[in-house]
Every structure is written in C-alpha cells, then in structure tokens.
C-alpha cells in the first residue's frame, strides 16, 4: 500500500509499505479522510519523534477486515476512529486525568513502524484496546464529518472544564479551526462569546457560528473593547486557542475575580512566562489547561458533529491528496487567508455521504493481513 512516511525533519516520503496484519480482536480499515493536525506538524517539523512513521491520526475509512474477536464491527462499516484510549481504572483515570494515562499516551492506530496514528496510509490497524473508541459514521454523514470528531472531542474536553453559567462572556482568541469549534459550543452551552482574529473572514464565520461580539486581534484599543464587551464587568473566561505567551498576561487581566483562564495552545515545552502570583491568588483566578480528549465524550461528540448542530463542514476548506500530504502539512503549518480545516481525502472520498455500501474488491492482499 502506499504510505507516506516521516523520514527526519520535514522529510515525508510517499512510499510503498506492506499492508498491516491485523490480530484477532483488531480492526483493518481503509482510510478514506485524515485531518491534518498541529500536533503531527510540530512533530515533523521540529522533529520532536524518532523516524520513521507514518503520522495521521484525525482519521475516518472504512472496515475492510475484523478479527475473529471483534464484536460490533463488520466489513463495510464506516467508521471514525479514536488512536488513544485510557483504561478507565488507573490513578490518572479515577481522576478523570485520561490523558495521563499510560495506555492512553500508548497510540493504537497504525499503518506500520511505531504506531503514530496511520492516517497519511491507504489502510490502517485498529488494536483491542482502541476498538471502544470507534464510532459508527451514520449513512446521512461523510467521512469528513467522522473524521472532525477526535479534534471536536479535545475542544468540547476544554470547555466542560470552564466553570460557566449561562449569559457568561467567554473571549476566544483565534478563530482558526480550533477556536471557532470553541466559539459554537460556547454559544451552544449558552455563553456570550466575544471572538478575536487577525483575518475579517475568520470573524465573520465566528459570527455565524454565534459569537456575540467580534474584535480584530489587531485593535490598538483592544483591551478596551474587551473591557467593553462585559458591559463594564470584566470577562468571566479567556480561552486562548493559539500559542501567543503575550495573551497568557492579556487574558488574567481581562478576566474578572474568580474567573478563569483556558490554555489550549500553548504545547511547546520550555518556555517561561511571567505571572503575577496575586492574580491566582488574591484575586482567585484560575489558569486551566487541557491537551488532547476524552474518550468518555464520544458519544455526546458524535451528536453534536452528526445532527450537525457544531457543522464542521463549514470548517474544513482545502482537500489534498495522499500524495499531497507535504503539501497539505505546509498549508495547514502556514495558512492562506482562506485556509481553515485541511484534510487528506484519498481517491475522491470524504465529503459526501455514500449512496450505496463501499467497494471492497480493490483492497490489496486482504488474505495476508
């Protein structure tokens, strides 16, 4: 099968790799969509991961091959898949620290190598203990959509850890992906969103998808106008959806007493800010963070993504095929004015819904796997 393999920094490959073999309670599926996703960029960017793999783990196909141990699955099912899954029962997990966990930081998705999501591959291998992950997509749903419900599913974990009420001010800085997914499941629980991006175009879909008020990240007066839009009370939470350090400070000093502030981008280790101590503890600010999902959300995040009340097709603009990955990496590292969500589709599939069940007869070498 062809595969696209990360060979050193920058250094992607299209290559041929065998199909993985799959034991019996694992899952074969063929990748039909993969997002791109700033994880995996920085990984081959800054080589932060050993060669080589093959990265991909925002990823949605279909069920070519089941185990004679899997229960639930049959061939021909689409599915979106989830490439880490805690055990639910270590110390991390009976805190709901799921992304702590040792077996959720194992990845259980693999197109060969050391498993690194598998997405950028023709085919994947879905291990015994991802398989509680994967969610059926419906038939009215695209692979696109399946494929939009690992990163919806680390932004709803974000938000259920905002202490808010209904009517509170939320302002959400950036409003790429990420930040605009923040911005219509904060509008959805009820809060008042006040959105900031450089680019007029990001605004206006913030708007559409319920922001209450819009600011150019790049107004002189911006403080003010973020003073302004709690009506002359200070913002309730901050969720900074891009990894700005100068925002941590601009964000303790919007929020009010007992307000909290919500890192989400800020991934990179290594890096001081300066903190005035008396804001956490005088003033009771809280300064949250929250990396990568909760498994435990799928459900309610295959409800939200497949009623389409959070309508991700609105989100994902660029197409690129498997051969494309570099391509679709650079974009998605280095946007265009009217870049947002970008995608691997292999062989024309993703946006649209099926009309009838997949075929399955291209599938290569289904008897050795």
Known sequence: MRAVVYRGVNDLRVETVPVPRIGPGELLVRVAVCGVCPTDIKKIQHGTVAPPRIFGHETAGTVVKAGALVRGFRIGDRVALHHHVPCLDCHACRHRAFAQCAQYRRTGVTAGFEPAGGGYAEFVRVMPFCLPGVVKIPAANSFEEGAMLEPVNTVLKAVNRLPLQRGDRVWVAGQGPIGLMFTRLLALRGARVVA??????????????????????????????????????????????????????????????????????????????????????????????????????????????????????????????????????????????????????????????????????????LKKC
């Open 196 to 365: 900031t991006d450089l680019l007029p175009g990001r605004l206006r879909l913030a708007r559409a998808l319920g922001a209450s008020q819009t600011i150019r990240a790049d107004a002189p007066d911006l403080a003010s106008r973020l003073a302004s839009a709690g009506r002359g009370k200070p913002l309730d939470a901050a969720v900074l959806a891009v990894p700005v350090d100068a925002l941590v400070a601009d964000a303790l000093h919007a929020v009010r007493g007992g307000g909290t502030v919500m890192l989400f981008a800020h991934t990179r280790r290594g890096t001081t800010l300066p903190l005035d101590p008396a804001a956490v503890c005088v003033d009771e600010k809280d300064v949250l963070g929250s990396y990568s999902a909760d498994f435990t959300l799928q459900r309610e995040v295959a409800r939200l993504v497949f009623s389409r009340r959070l309508d991700v097709r609105k989100l994902i603009t660029h197409r690129f095929p498997l051969e494309r990955t570099a391509d679709a990496i650079r974009l998605a590292s280095n946007p265009s004015r009217d870049a947002l969500k970008v995608v691997v589709a292999q062989s024309g599939e993703g946006s649209e819904a099926p009309s009838q069940a997949p075929e399955l007869q291209r599938i290569p070498d």
